[in-house]
C-alpha cells in the first residue's frame, strides 16, 4: 500500500522526469508526494563566504522546490517539499524514514544542478544501502507521461529472495487495479554449453518449462485474489532479454524485482538482471529491498537467479550414453634401425 512517495531532485531536468510516474501514481492511489533536495555543505572549502553561499543556494533550492511543487497542487495532488543539508544519498534515506516513504521515486541519472549531485551515482547508493521500495526510471531524451500502471511483470526464479517481494507486489495491484504477469526465464543447454554437443537437449527444456509453468500456478495462487488477475508466463533465453521481451509482449507499465541490497564487489546491485535491466528496458523498475530473514534464508541454499545474480536455472549438461566406435588398428610402426658400434663393417652375403 502506497500512502507516500519521496520524489529525489537535483534541479536538473533529467531527474524530473521522475515527476509525472510519481504524479501518476499518487492521482491513482490518492497518496502525498514529498518533494526532497539535498545539498552537499562546503565542509572542505568552508571559509568566511560561506555563510553567504549557503544562503544563496538554500533559496535557490527552496524556490527551484516550490516551482515544481505548483503544477502538481494546481492538478489536485498533496504535495510537501523538505530542503536537507548533507550528503544527498544519506538524506534521501534519513528523508524517507523520517517521512515514513512507501516508495522512492529517482531517475537513473541527471546532472548537476541547484542541489550539486550527480544522481546516477546517488540513485545506485541508495539502492544498495535503503530499505524501501525504489522506483526506477531510465532518463529519456523525451519528456515522459504520467505512469498508468495496469500491467505489473514480476520476474521469478524460484527463489525465497525473489518471492520475498510479491507481498508488495499484491498488495500494488489491488491498490491500483492491476494486472500481475509472473515470469520465469529458463535457459536452454545449448546456450550454457555451446561447445558441446547435447543430444537429450529438447527434452530437458520441455521438462524445465513444465516444472517452472508448475511453479508459477503454485505463486499464482498466493498472489490472486481480492480482483487480482494474474497470468503466467515462461519464456527460453538471456534473463534480460527475455523480460525485456515479454514486458513489451504484455504491454507491462512497470517491471518489479527484489534484490539484497548490498555494497561491495560482489553484491553491487546495480549489475547483472537488474543493471541490464535498469539500462536496457524503457519501462519503469521497481526494485523492492528483502528482508535481512529473507536473504539468510536465500544464501543457505544453493544460489539462484532472479534475485539477482547469475542466470536463473542453471542446467547441467545431460550424460552422454553412446558407446564409443572401435577403432581401426594402428599402422604397424617401421622397424628402427639399430646403430653399430663404431668400426663394424656389414658383411654382404
Not at 546532472?111 to 521500495?133: K, M, Q, Y
Not at 545449448?190 to 521438462?207: F, G, I, K, N, R
Not at 514486458?247 to 555494497?263: P, Q
Amino acid at each position: 500500500m502506497i500512502n507516500r512517495i519521496l520524489v529525489a531532485l537535483d534541479g536538473s531536468k533529467l531527474a524530473e522526469q521522475a515527476l509525472p510516474a510519481a504524479s501518476g501514481l499518487a492521482a491513482a492511489t490518492a497518496c502525498e508526494i514529498v518533494l526532497l533536495t539535498a545539498i552537499a555543505p562546503m565542509e572542505r572549502w568552508a571559509n568566511a563566504d560561506t555563510p553567504i553561499w549557503e544562503e544563496e543556494e538554500g533559496a535557490l533550492a527552496k524556490g527551484y522546490l516550490d516551482t515544481v511543487a505548483r503544477p502538481l497542487r494546481d492538478d489536485g495532488l498533496t504535495v510537501k517539499t523538505r530542503l536537507i543539508w548533507g550528503r544527498p544519498s544519506e538524506m534521501i534515506r534519513q528523508a524517507a524514514d523520517e517521512e515514513n516513504a512507501d516508495l522512492i521515486v529517482m531517475t537513473t541519472h541527471g546532472r548537476s544542478g541547484v542541489a550539486r549531485w550527480l544522481i546516477g551515482s546517488v540513485a545506485d547508493n541508495v539502492l544498495r544501502t535503503c530499505h524501501r521500495p525504489l522506483l526506477l526510471l531510465r532518463a529519456q531524451d523525451k519528456a515522459p507521461t504520467p505512469l498508468n500502471v495496469h500491467n505489473i511483470l514480476v520476474p521469478l526464479d524460484g527463489s525465497r529472495l525473489a518471492e520475498s517481494g510479491l507481498a508488495f507486489v499484491k498488495a500494488l495491484a489491488q491498490q491500483l487495479s492491476a494486472k500481475v504477469i509472473l515470469e520465469r526465464v529458463i535457459v536452454p543447454p545449448s546456450m550454457l554449453y555451446a561447445e558441446q554437443y547435447l543430444p537429450s537437449a529438447a527434452p530437458v527444456l520441455e521438462d524445465l518449462e513444465a516444472d517452472a509453468r508448475e511453479y508459477l500456478e503454485t505463486e499464482r495462487e498466493r498472489v490472486e485474489g481480492d480482483n487480482i488477475p494474474v497470468a503466467v508466463s515462461v519464456d527460453d533465453g538471456f534473463p534480460i532479454e527475455a523480460i525485456i521481451t515479454a514486458a513489451e509482449r504484455f504491454s507491462a507499465d512497470l517491471i518489479v524485482l527484489t534484490t539484497h541490497g548490498r555494497t561491495g564487489p560482489a553484491r553491487t546491485i546495480l549489475s547483472s538482471v537488474t543493471d541490464g535491466l535498469v539500462r536496457q528496458s524503457h519501462r519503469p523498475c521497481l526494485v523492492i529491498p528483502a528482508r535481512a530473514q529473507v536473504i539468510h534464508e536465500s544464501e543457505s541454499h544453493a544460489p539462484t537467479v532472479l534475485g539477482i545474480e547469475p542466470p536463473p536455472t542453471v542446467i547441467p549438461p545431460p550424460a552422454m550414453t553412446e558407446v564409443a566406435a572401435e577403432k581401426p588398428p594402428r599402422a604397424k610402426a617401421p622397424a628402427v634401425r639399430q646403430h653399430r658400434p663404431e668400426g663394424e663393417t656389414q658383411h654382404e652375403m
